[in-house]
């Protein structure tokens, strides 16, 4: 029973890296631009995130050794130092943000302007990564992310989406937008595949003490939460399509985003929009933290884990303390959350490939994985999935320019 | 330990380079920065020591950055692990004692406790 208790760490992962201020952006902007003919990119991203988290949880669970480590013990340092520079860059870039979406969801209870709160909730994110055990970060956000379903309630209670709105899954009309259109696909691609949902899961496993004996669990925890995240996310879409797509409503701030729930729960929905904000950040910027420690320490070989004493991991503890600093002083510039979640999803998007390849060496290394190394169907999904990533990364830019990182 | 020869059951140095070492209580050492070999009398290259630090991996990024590496930090953070001292080989490096008595990140690791962690950690120091 103990063990099944472990999909929490899938929740979370699909709470703080699936479903985060970028996601919530991309759908919601999704939805109201486009109706529901952008479902396909978070069915596509899905399915791609659900393959590499199996497999970032297989080999730590078998190797019993995270990722991050994997990529430099097999394809060596050098090679390392580009996933980790990329990482970082997005990660500065998208912690901020997250941070930004946690104050703008206090600002908007509260009614105080959100660059106010940004310091509030960076410290709030610090004490809770400085000070919690791996379980309570890993619960807390899990258990609180439910109210994230408020989007899909929201959809019920408008009696769901009308026949002519369905008739834009295969039907899109983006006549006059189809840059915007591409661009918006490749942001809602890039927001969930996401390098930092693979490092913090693989060393979620290891946090947990994942063997070969808890295969079956990574199985259930990489698809139940990623599908947990999708279905989450979709509630935001379909009910943006459905409420802001009519008003001519853009989507284009998260205050906007808010009306949506207002429409079904009336004032209480303008709070629980704010609670599922001020949720999936704060996840987010938990996972995000958490990750770029592991990273770093793991690749350095360095002593790293939430619960061992801070002295015996004070390198970690560093790392996340100047991390948190460095990000922290980007989001004082003064960026609005959403144009930072553009720039850290295109900066992402650009350097999916690097992240990702390793997987191909590391996956078919029967040193390490011994007889769980990747199948064909497994080799033939990660190609499909890097394949992706080469596609996004290749359009991205482009798309970016012509656009001007507006869909 | 040999140079390649063709059994999937041997290792190259290859395979050692940015392998974890831990010590015998498990607790990290850290990654194989570099190695050190022998040649010996009767012609062949044995491996006489695991290296760690700074300037082994800058050696390893571009040789030109090795010496400079080594005037900026002189030596001071470089750490060598004779072979003899390991006890198992595999996908992780085993020593033979615990981690702390190789030294290696054992200052960098004391230093933040005592001067930062040691006042923001509270109980969880």
Known sequence: ?407 | MSAANGRSDHSTFRDLLDNLVVGSDGVPVGRVADIKAEWRPDGRLVLAALLFGPQALAGRLSSPLQPLARRLLRDRFEHEIPIDEVREMGITVVLGRPAAEYGVGQPAERWIGRHLLRYLSLFRY
């Not at chain 1, 850290?344 to 011994?370: C, D, E, G």
């Open chain 1, 1 to 407: 029973m103990t063990k099944w208790l472990g999909i929490a760490l899938g929740l979370l992962t699909a709470i703080g890296g699936f479903v985060d201020v970028a996601a919530l952006a991309t759908a919601a902007e999704a939805g109201a631009k486009f109706q529901l003919s952008l479902v396909w990119p978070f069915l596509l991203g899905t399915l791609a995130i659900i393959v590499l988290l199996e497999m970032a949880g297989r080999y730590a669970s078998v190797s019993k050794q995270p990722y991050s480590g994997a990529i430099r013990q097999h394809l060596g340092f050098k090679y390392y130092l580009l996933p980790l520079g990329a990482c970082l860059i997005a990660n500065t870039l998208m912690l901020p943000a997250e941070l930004g979406g946690m104050a703008v969801a206090l600002s908007l209870v509260l009614g105080v302007n959100w660059f106010v709160l940004y310091p509030v909730a960076a410290v709030f994110v610090w004490l809770c990564a400085w000070f919690g055990s791996f379980k309570t970060i890993e619960n807390g956000p899990a258990l609180l992310g439910l109210v994230t379903l408020a989007f899909v309630a929201g959809v019920i209670a408008l009696g769901g989406p009308r026949p002519q709105l369905l008739t834009t899954l295969w039907h899109p009309d983006v006549a006059g937008q189809v840059p915007g259109y591409l661009f918006l696909a490749a942001a809602i691609l890039g927001a969930i595949i996401s390098p930092y949902l693979v490092v913090f899961y693989s060393s979620g496993a290891r946090e947990e003490g994942w063997s070969r004996a808890s295969l079956g669990v990574n199985r259930v925890t990489a698809v139940v939460g990623m599908a947990f995240g999708c279905v989450a996310a979709l509630g935001i879409l379909t009910l943006s399509a459905m409420t802001l797509g009519p008003m001519h409503v853009q989507a284009g701030t998260l205050g906007e985003v808010a009306l949506s729930l207002a429409r079904p729960f009336g004032a209480p929905g303008a709070y629980l929009f704010a609670a599922a904000l001020f949720v999936t950040c704060w996840g987010a910027s938990l996972e995000i933290t958490l990750a770029m420690s592991y990273n770093l320490s793991q690749g350095f070989g360095w002593g790293w884990g939430v619960d061992r004493p801070h002295r015996a991991a004070a390198r970690f503890r560093l790392t996340m303390l100047l991390f948190l600093a460095l990000a922290f002083c980007v989001g004082l510039l003064g960026l609005d959350p959403l144009t930072l979640t553009i720039y850290a999803s295109a900066v992402t998007a650009l350097v999916l490939p690097i992240s990702l390849l390793p997987f191909l060496v590391v996956m078919n290394n029967p040193k390490y994985l011994r007889d769980k190394v990747n199948g064909r169907a497994g080799n033939i999904a990660a190609v499909a999935v890097i394949v992706l990533a080469f596609l996004i990364a290749i359009v991205s830019l482009p798309l970016f320019l012509v656009t001007g990182g507006q869909a």
